[in-house]
């Protein structure tokens, strides 16, 4: 008798119609067969092979280059179920609509069967999925990116407790190009792009859109973040999950370099991008990094930014619409060096400046997560680690402070909702647009945010111990538009002071946005920076804050009657603790 997977599997091939079905069982045998395929397809190639074993480049269509969020649909029965920050679809119209797309999309291709375990192998709070896709590239992704293949259906059994995800290139055509998700179901379909974010459906499309949604059904949390363990001195770990649109530093900061290692204090990496949490018997929140691998931005990331993940590039590495150099080596803008003469594009073109940038701007690393220098001995642990403090981040020029402490769960949720970061001429052309990113999940909750911030309050009840909240701003600027503060391995001083005041130490001063850190707060030796500088990075101006309420105000309006009445409260009183500043 047919399985449960096996089932999906032959109604997945009668729509799209291939001419074989292959199951992957996730060998490095089958990844080098998969990579074969890409080279006969002529649009990947072998990089070199004494500077960068086993790494190939990738380059994709032209039009299929970064996540297309104004094609992707969460179809739930009513549209108010979705929400307004989320483009809908009825899910009977989006299965005649994208159904005819995916109708013999396979024909002459080989479907591709990828099982695959979210999380680690026997860890209680990972999930199975199976993608069926018509792409070698995605099989190759996927098995960098998630435990793939035998494993997965060892775990799985003949039990029907899987996410199912159909993938096909179709035939790359912008305006026939679709990634729907189906709740109710645990369904998720994605035709006509190759790109990571779209055909890698254990990546947003799994483990936060639909895993967001079981999430809330069962009382646990999906989030966009990061996961990082802080050793102090004496060696204990303190973990923490940290939020932040992009553009903001994530993979940096999870990667990070310690300013302050000559004092003890060292950062481990447990996940770069999304963290699944589960209440634990000890009264913590304990968090898994879904992910096997970082699918991370190339241009920008250099020695000087993240020399952790630079270490871990030149092996078993896939790289997508990067530079290639005569020498066959990867080469991307923000490496740390000139681009040498004879660079091939990311399109294949020979380079000269006249044509833009060598490598895309949302050129791609796709990387086993062991490989990093930084990678945490608990990163696989399967009863995950246990978090002590969530921070929430966006690029700001002038409101919010270097940092600032929630005063408590509700205020801190309220934090994450009304996060904003202003945009940077990379991501659309126009600099310093403040875009609101709630807890920088807005283009991956799987249902109405509104109801998304009721489960964090609900969650807050429910947690023994639960994380404090923080805000931090890395990109404060100063009167003369510079940069107050260095970034990068110095971030280490402010993740010092969460530690600190998570352990009921730390000095700090109360304003009406939460707790930041006092004139001595922060340890500063060996940092050069003014005195003026610091007050800069840590005033709260209420003038500032006014445009501030007022457009966060406007944004959560936006959910009428179904917001949370505890959010709108927070806002009042927000307002009501600013009111009182100004008139003392």
């Known amino acids: 008798m047919a399985t449960p997977l096996e089932t999906w599997v032959d109604q997945a091939a009668k729509l799209t119609k291939p001419d074989r079905v292959v199951y992957c069982d996730g060998s490095e045998a089958e990844y080098q067969r998969m990579i074969a395929e890409m080279l006969r397809q002529g649009d990947s190639f072998t990089l070199n092979e004494k500077t960068f074993p086993n790494c190939h480049l990738h380059r994709s269509s032209p039009n299929d280059v970064a996540r297309t969020e104004h094609l992707t649909f969460i179809c739930s029965p009513e549209k108010d179920e979705a929400g307004p920050t989320n483009n809908w679809m009825d899910p009977n119209a989006a299965k005649h609509k994208v159904g005819a797309l995916l109708d013999g999309a396979m024909r002459g291709r080989t479907m591709y069967v990828v099982p695959y375990v979210m999380g680690p192998v026997s860890s209680p709070i990972s999930k199975v999925g199976v993608e ?62 190759g790109y990571g974010g779209n055909a890698l459906l254990g990546k947003k499309c799994f483990a936060l859109r639909i895993a967001s949604v079981m999430a809330r059904e069962q009382g646990w949390m999906a989030e966009h973040m990061l996961i990082l363990g802080l050793e102090s001195p004496g060696g204990k770990v303190t973990y923490m999950g940290a939020a932040f649109p992009s553009a903001c530093g994530k993979t940096n900061l999870a990667m990070m370099v310690s300013a302050l290692e000559n004092q003890g204090y060292r950062v481990w990496t447990v996940g770069d991008d999304i963290a699944w949490m589960k209440i634990s018997e000890d009264g913590y929140l304990h968090a898994i990094n879904p992910e096997a691998g970082f699918f991370g931005v190339a241009p920008g990331t250099g020695m000087k930014t993240n020399q952790n993940v630079m270490g871990a590039l030149h092996k078993n590495t896939l790289f997508t619409n990067v530079a290639m150099t005569p020498e066959r080596e990867p080469w991307w803008e923000g490496i740390g060096s000139d681009a040498p003469a004879g660079l091939t594009n990311w399109k294949g073109e020979a380079w000269d400046p006249s044509k833009g940038t060598a490598a895309h701007p949302n050129a791609r690393y796709t990387v086993p997560a062991r490989q990093s220098p930084s990678i945490s001995p608990k990163w696989e642990a399967p009863e995950g680690v246990p978090i002590s403090a969530f ?55 799987g249902y109405n945010m509104a109801d998304y911030f009721g489960h964090w309050l609900e969650m807050g009840k429910k947690i023994p111990k639960p994380p404090k909240i923080f805000h931090v701003n890395w990109f404060r600027r100063g009167a003369d538009g510079k940069f107050l503060w260095p970034g990068y391995g110095e971030n280490v001083r402010v993740l010092k002071w969460i530690l600190e005041r998570v352990e009921g130490r730390g000095a700090a001063q109360e304003t009406p946005i939460g707790y930041v850190p006092a004139k001595n707060g922060l340890t500063l030796d060996g940092m050069k920076i003014a005195n003026e500088a610091l007050s800069e990075l840590l005033r709260v101006n209420p003038e500032d804050w006014d445009a501030e309420m007022e457009e966060s105000r406007q944004f959560l309006a936006k959910f009428g009657a179904r917001l949370p009445r505890k959010i709108g409260e927070e806002h009042e009183k927000l307002a009501r603790r600013f009111q009182r500043v100004v008139t003392a």
């Not at 679709?178 to 006509?192: A, D, M, T």
């Not at 020029?397 to 929630?406: D, G």
């Not at 309220?414 to 709630?438: K, N, Q």
């Open 391 to 445: 921070i929430f981040g966006g690029r700001r020029a002038r409101v919010a402070p270097l940092v600032y402490e929630s005063f408590d769960w509700q205020h801190g949720a309220f934090v994450g909702a009304s996060m904003a970061s202003e945009t940077t001429a990379a991501a659309t052309g126009d600099l310093g647009i403040t875009r609101r990113d709630p807890m920088a999940m807005l283009p991956f909750c």
């Open 132 to 193: 069926v896709t018509d792409s070698p590239y995605v099989v190759a992704s996927m098995r960098i990116m998630s435990r793939m293949g035998k494993v997965a259906m060892d775990r799985l059994g003949a039990s029907n407790e899987f996410v199912p995800g159909l993938h096909s290139l179709g035939d790359l055509d912008p305006t026939r190009r679709y990634i729907v998700h189906f709740p109710q179901e645990k369904l998720i379909w994605s035709v006509g792009s």
